[in-house]
Every structure is written in C-alpha cells, then in structure tokens.
C-alpha cells in the first residue's frame, strides 16, 4: 500500500511525458514562426507631380539575406483632397515604392517544422501625403494580386490619411510594422523608421485603416504587413 502512489506517479508521467513534449514542441514551432520584419528602412523618393494622396500596395518576396529581390504590385491609387479617386496617371510613384523597399533590409522569415529562414511574402504600402488638408479618407484598394500565392499577407483595403501637425515642419517616411490578426484588426504597430514629431499621427491613422487578413492553405491567419506614410510639406 505505501508503495502505490509513487507507482501510479510513475505511471501516469508515462502516459502524460510523451502528450507533454508533443505539446511543448508545437507551441515551440508555433512560437519561432514569424514573418519577415524590416531591421533597416530608408526615406522614400517622392515624385515632383502628381495626386495630394498616393498609396501603392506592394507584395514583396524577402530572400534568406533579408532583402528583396522580386516585387509585385497589387494596386496604386490617386486621390484628390475632398477624397475621390484621382484620374489622372500615376508617374513614379510605383517606381520610387519598388526602389525603397530594394533597399531595405529584414530578418527572414523563419519557417515552423525546420525553424530555419525561408524565402517568404510580405505586403508593404506606401502613402505618399503632400500634406494638404487631413484625415481624408482613401479610395477603396483592390486586394487580390495579379498573381495567386498559396500564402498572402495582409493587404490594405481602405486607408486614411495622417493629420499632420500644424506646428511640424517634418519630412521624410514613417515605416510602422503592424500585427494583423485573423478577423483583419489591427493588435499592435511599431515604428521601424522614425520622424520624431510625425510618429504618433501616423499610428493614429494607421490604426484606421481596414486590411483583408493573410491567409494560409485558404485559412485567415494572423501575421504582420509594414505601412510607409511619406510626407512631403507644400
């Protein structure tokens, strides 16, 4: 009889030890995948002529050496200031989105059942503001590529302008990286690249923005997407 509880302990840490490591090895899986993140970001080019309002969404392969050798557009769209859709075309501003991302730098991907780097997708958009007038809301995005992929990252659908601050003579490009969770709302952004007195309204108008959440196997999942807001005062 003094025996039989250290029996049955030894007993059930048999049944128990193998469900346990099972367990502990999947969230340690879980927990080491992630999506690429920006580690070095650089201002973006802004054109000499066009729209008050730009945006281009971007789908970006990142390399096991973190940059970005492959791009894809998924829509580029002009707005006037009272928000309607811009007619006119769109010089330089896909261009200058492509060559600022070439010149970025990100850790890699790292892929759940090897926990190694892997080549991967990300979304990366840019809104281009030439700071007239605020908090104008965008023209709806398109938000499914040219190109099907087995795994998207989030993608924007309706964006919105920053209020730039009436007491700010700032220039340059904001990069936040956001957490898209599975119903597409937005749980956390971090500012990758600063400009000190633009940070916090370009947050407040991220946190606005309405993105399709990713997907994997045909599944919402969540994941990451970066947002640049480049500014250029008149």
Not at 74 to 85: N, Y
Not at 146 to 164: G, I
Not at 197 to 202: A, I, K, Q, Y
Request: hydrophobic letters at 40%.
């Amino acid at each position: 009889m003094d025996g039989w509880p250290l029996r049955f302990a030894f007993t059930m840490l048999r049944i128990l030890a193998p469900i346990l490591l099972i367990t502990l090895c999947g969230s340690a899986a879980r927990q080491a995948h992630r999506a690429p993140t920006p580690v070095e970001a650089t201002d973006a080019s802004f054109p000499t002529i066009g729209p008050v309002v730009s945006v281009v969404s971007l789908l970006a392969t990142v390399d096991l050496d973190g940059h970005i050798p492959e791009t894809q557009v998924v829509d580029s769209i002009g707005s006037t200031s009272d928000g309607e859709r811009y007619q006119g075309t769109l010089i330089g501003y896909v261009e200058d989105s492509i060559a600022a991302v070439k010149r970025w730098r990100f850790s890699p991907a790292i892929d759940s059942s090897s926990l190694k780097p892997t080549r991967s997708l990300t979304s990366i958009s840019f809104l281009y503001d030439r700071v007239f007038g605020t908090g104008t809301i965008l023209p709806i995005m398109r938000t499914r590529p040219a190109q099907s992929f087995n795994d998207m990252p989030p993608l924007p659908s309706k964006v919105w302008r920053a209020d730039y601050p009436v007491n700010s003579i700032g220039i340059g490009t904001v990069v936040l990286k956001l957490r898209i969770e599975l119903s597409g709302s937005i749980s956390d952004v971090e500012v990758i690249k600063s400009v000190p007195s633009l940070d916090e309204p370009s947050i407040n108008a991220v946190r606005k923005w309405q993105f399709q959440p990713a997907r994997h196997d045909g599944k919402p999942v969540g994941s990451t997407t970066v947002v640049a807001f480049v500014f250029l005062p008149l």
